[in-house]
């Protein structure tokens, strides 16, 4: 049963034959506010027409300013007529049934869109989504153009899969060193995501990731050297803003030297004040510098920055002493998701939403409970602790950004713009070529690679396949299989998985004594993991190895007995493919390392200095 009393969502259920609403009636659905809305487009538009902006925040209701500031996830594939599993989800999580029947309820100003949540099928329904968003905003009294945002980061967090295009993660873009790749896809994936509808990535990650256990970030941050970072940060906002979408620069002030999740549990940051100047503040710099839209912040005690023992989003020293301050950002500053773990162990989630307003945040993502956190804010306002005036400032730097990405006044997608931008062949063609200028070869003992396919013909492809982080067709071994086929060997593919068994090892070893070399895909080997089992025994057969990490570089560490080791630092298909044209020699290796790799059994010393990277 679909309840259409919200409004209809324009076009779902008809993929691919929406028709685009005019600006016309985008305009007159805003009933009354259409000289206030009529701004320039983003090309042409003044950098803020504050004049305008505070106009619409003037007739805005109480309600209606506590909504803005909000985004918030919501399950489904349709703005109105989700399946019905998620629409139970929503009713149990949210109290609404549908996306419409949450921008009715709480006027939200933005809406996060998840794989999970099945917001993200396929690019016309992404479309036809967005612009149900859309026609529920605008149909409200007062109603305005919303937020759409995603974590499009590519290589390991990832929304929007497939037939997107995808591209190697940051730290794959980290080993290619290039600033212009980093733009490119910036460009490329901004115009993808603005085609679909979505105006908001929260991406790039701007953490130096210094710490090989941290669990959150690792081949999300670009690397380890704070101004290579910067530059690739830098370069990666403007691509994307060019495109029309809002970068968010992640996590301030710094994730990147934790080893514990912030997801479950609450990291600590032991960073001096002056090493944080040195590291940490070095890429945040640089994305203000290239005008960045929104600075997300992180669920991290730093108490070199503030010694209170709160979280960094509910820090008021960090936020507006540091972020605002110091730094001169007046852009939007949005929190990590309130669902975390991190930001909730100290305080209540009906405190969490009002804190991070005091200390300076503009948009409040995601929260455990909506109901509980509106309402909190609401209240706080009516009680005296949060003034109307404030929530003014916030809205303020929202609609500002709205207006500059052009969303105030062309919010909607069409299919026709979905069929001309969303994974074309160029786009397609220039991650492949920018996946290229990435792989790493770490370590080639006696020129094992590049395999010759008449004397390596039978090749088996053995190793970790973990689910797919982005809609890519995986798992990595038959990717790389079918990638080395095509490229003339005979490639055959075994899953042995991230910890294989004594039975799962002796079946790959009697496999490799059919082929003429083997490849292992490995995946986060520790001291302890079975994967160093499987990579000596196939060793001992005598057969040429070659080892691929396909995410973290810091594999080779743990692996002595190896004489060939690519690096890839995603397990995407793009990623992989480029990796067997390095295997095959159809291409030489360009990486070079974006962080050290340090011993094994010595972590002071290191064994691949940031650089590293052998040619053919």
Same mark, same amino acid.
């Given at each position: 049963?679909?309840?259409?009393?919200?409004?209809?969502?324009?076009?779902?259920?008809?993929?691919?034959?929406?028709?685009?609403?005019?600006?016309?009636?985008?305009?007159?659905?805003?009933?009354?506010?259409?000289?206030?809305?009529?701004?320039?487009?983003?090309?042409?538009?003044?950098?803020?027409?504050?004049?305008?902006?505070?106009?619409?925040?003037?007739?805005?209701?109480?309600?209606?300013?506590?909504?803005?500031?909000?985004?918030?996830?919501?399950?489904?594939?349709?703005?109105? %007529?989700?399946?019905?599993?998620?629409?139970?989800?929503?009713?149990?999580?949210?109290?609404?049934?549908?996306?419409?029947?949450?921008? %009715?309820?709480?006027?939200?100003?933005?809406?996060?869109?998840?794989?999970?949540?099945?917001?993200?099928?396929?690019?016309?329904?992404?479309?036809?989504?967005?612009?149900?968003?859309?026609?529920?905003?605008?149909?409200?009294?007062?109603?305005?153009?919303?937020?759409?945002?995603?974590?499009?980061?590519?290589?390991?967090?990832?929304?929007?899969?497939?037939?997107? /295009?995808?591209?190697?993660?940051?730290?794959?873009?980290?080993?290619?060193?290039?600033?212009?790749?980093?733009?490119?896809?910036?460009?490329?994936?901004?115009?993808?995501?603005?085609?679909?509808?979505?105006?908001?990535?929260?991406?790039?990650?701007?953490?130096?990731?210094?710490?090989?256990?941290?669990?959150?970030?690792?081949?999300?941050?670009?690397?380890?050297?704070?101004? %290579?970072?910067?530059?690739?940060?830098?370069?990666?906002?403007?691509?994307?803003?060019?495109?029309?979408?809002?970068?968010?620069?992640?996590?301030?002030?710094?994730?990147?030297?934790?080893?514990?999740?912030?997801?479950?549990?609450?990291?600590?940051?032991?960073?001096?004040?002056?090493?944080?100047?040195?590291?940490?503040?070095?890429?945040?710099?640089?994305?203000?510098?290239?005008?960045?839209?929104?600075?997300?912040?992180?669920?991290?005690?730093?108490?070199?920055?503030?010694?209170?023992?709160?979280?960094?989003?509910?820090?008021?020293?960090?936020?507006?002493?540091?972020?605002?301050?110091?730094?001169?950002?007046?852009?939007?500053?949005?929190?990590?998701?309130?669902?975390?773990?991190?930001?909730?162990?100290?305080?209540?989630?009906?405190?969490?939403?009002?804190?991070?307003?005091?200390?300076?945040?503009?948009?409040?993502?995601?929260?455990?409970?909506?109901?509980?956190?509106?309402?909190?804010?609401?209240?706080?306002?009516?009680?005296?602790?949060?003034?109307?005036?404030?929530?003014?400032?916030?809205?303020?730097?929202?609609?500002?950004?709205?207006?500059?990405?052009?969303?105030?006044?062309?919010?909607?997608?069409?299919?026709?713009?979905?069929?001309?931008?969303?994974?074309?062949?160029?786009?397609?063609?220039?991650?492949?070529?920018?996946?290229?200028?990435?792989?790493?070869?770490?370590?080639?003992?006696?020129?094992?690679?590049?395999?010759?396919?008449?004397?390596?013909?039978?090749?088996?492809?053995?190793?970790?396949?973990?689910?797919?982080?982005?809609?890519?067709?995986?798992?990595?071994?038959?990717?790389? %299989?079918?990638?080395?086929?095509?490229?003339?060997? /005979?490639?055959?593919?075994?899953?042995?998985?991230?910890?294989?068994?004594?039975?799962?090892?002796?079946?790959?070893?009697?496999?490799?004594?059919?082929?003429?070399?083997?490849?292992?895909?490995?995946?986060?080997?520790?001291?302890?993991?079975?994967?160093?089992?499987?990579?000596?025994?196939?060793?001992?057969?005598?057969?040429?190895?070659?080892?691929?990490?396909?995410?973290?570089?810091?594999?080779?560490?743990?692996?002595?007995?190896?004489?060939?080791?690519?690096?890839?630092?995603?397990?995407?298909?793009?990623?992989?493919?480029?990796?067997?044209?390095?295997?095959?020699?159809?291409?030489?290796?360009?990486?070079?390392?974006?962080?050290?790799?340090?011993?094994?059994?010595?972590?002071?010393?290191?064994?691949?200095?940031?650089?590293?990277?052998?040619?053919?």
């Amino acid at each position: 049963m679909h309840d259409t009393s919200t409004g209809s969502d324009t076009g779902t259920g008809s993929t691919g034959h929406t028709a685009r609403p005019s600006r016309r009636a985008v305009l007159a659905a805003t009933a009354g506010l259409t000289a206030a809305l009529s701004v320039p487009t983003a090309a042409h538009a003044a950098p803020h027409d504050d004049r305008r902006l505070r106009a619409l925040i003037s007739r805005m209701t109480l309600e209606e300013k506590v909504g803005q500031l909000f985004v918030m996830r919501v399950y489904g594939h349709s703005a109105t %007529a989700p399946d019905q599993a998620d629409i139970d989800a929503n009713l149990k999580e949210i109290g609404v049934r549908t996306a419409a029947e949450l921008i %009715a309820k709480y006027r939200v100003g933005g809406i996060i869109y998840f794989t999970w949540a099945h917001n993200t099928r396929d690019p016309h329904q992404i479309a036809d989504l967005s612009n149900g968003i859309q026609r529920a905003s605008l149909d409200q009294p007062r109603g305005l153009p919303v937020l759409i945002a995603t974590d499009q980061e590519h290589g390991a967090v990832c929304r929007v899969g497939a037939p997107a /295009t995808l591209f190697p993660g940051a730290m794959a873009i980290g080993a290619g060193r290039s600033r212009s790749d980093a733009r490119t896809l910036g460009r490329i994936s901004g115009a993808e995501l603005r085609a679909m509808g979505v105006n908001q990535d929260y991406s790039p990650d701007a953490d130096v990731n210094v710490n090989p256990a941290n669990p959150v970030i690792g081949v999300r941050s670009f690397g380890a050297d704070p101004e %290579a970072v910067a530059g690739l940060v830098a370069a990666e906002v403007k691509g994307y803003q060019a495109a029309g979408v809002a970068a968010t620069a992640k996590h301030f002030p710094g994730h990147g030297d934790t080893a514990v999740d912030s997801h479950y549990g609450f990291p600590v940051i032991t960073h001096s004040r002056d090493l944080w100047e040195k590291l940490d503040a070095v890429p945040f710099r640089a994305a203000i510098r290239a005008g960045i839209d929104s600075v997300m912040t992180a669920h991290i005690q730093f108490p070199a920055l503030d010694d209170s023992g709160d979280p960094a989003t509910l820090s008021h020293p960090i936020l507006t002493g540091i972020l605002r301050g110091e730094l001169g950002y007046d852009g939007v500053v949005i929190t990590d998701s309130l669902g975390m773990q991190g930001v909730r162990t100290k305080y209540g989630d009906d405190r969490v939403p009002v804190l991070a307003l005091k200390a300076g945040v503009d948009q409040l993502l995601n929260p455990p409970s909506l109901d509980v956190a509106w309402n909190a804010v609401l209240k706080a306002v009516r009680e005296g602790e949060l003034t109307e005036a404030r929530l003014d400032e916030s809205i303020l730097r929202i609609l500002r950004l709205k207006a500059r990405r052009g969303v105030l006044d062309r919010p909607w997608a069409s299919p026709e713009g979905v069929d001309r931008t969303v994974g074309t062949a160029s786009h397609l063609a220039s991650a492949a070529r920018i996946a290229e200028r990435t792989t790493t070869l770490l370590v080639n003992e006696g020129g094992v690679l590049p395999f010759d396919r008449r004397r390596e013909h039978r090749l088996l492809v053995v190793g970790a396949d973990p689910a797919s982080p982005s809609g890519t067709t995986g798992p990595p071994t038959g990717v790389l %299989a079918a990638a080395l086929t095509e490229l003339g060997f /005979t490639a055959t593919a075994l899953s042995t998985g991230t910890a294989p068994s004594a039975g799962t090892v002796d079946k790959a070893v009697t496999a490799a004594r059919d082929a003429d070399a083997v490849i292992v895909a490995t995946y986060n080997v520790t001291a302890g993991s079975s994967q160093r089992t499987l990579v000596d025994r196939l060793v001992a057969t005598g057969r040429p190895v070659a080892v691929v990490a396909i995410r973290n570089p810091y594999d080779v560490a743990q692996l002595p007995s190896v004489r060939a080791c690519l690096a890839t630092y995603c397990w995407t298909d793009v990623e992989l493919r480029a990796a067997a044209r390095v295997i095959a020699g159809r291409v030489a290796p360009r990486g070079r390392l974006p962080v050290p790799v340090q011993r094994a059994d010595d972590p002071a010393q290191v064994l691949y200095p940031i650089g590293h990277g052998l040619r053919y």
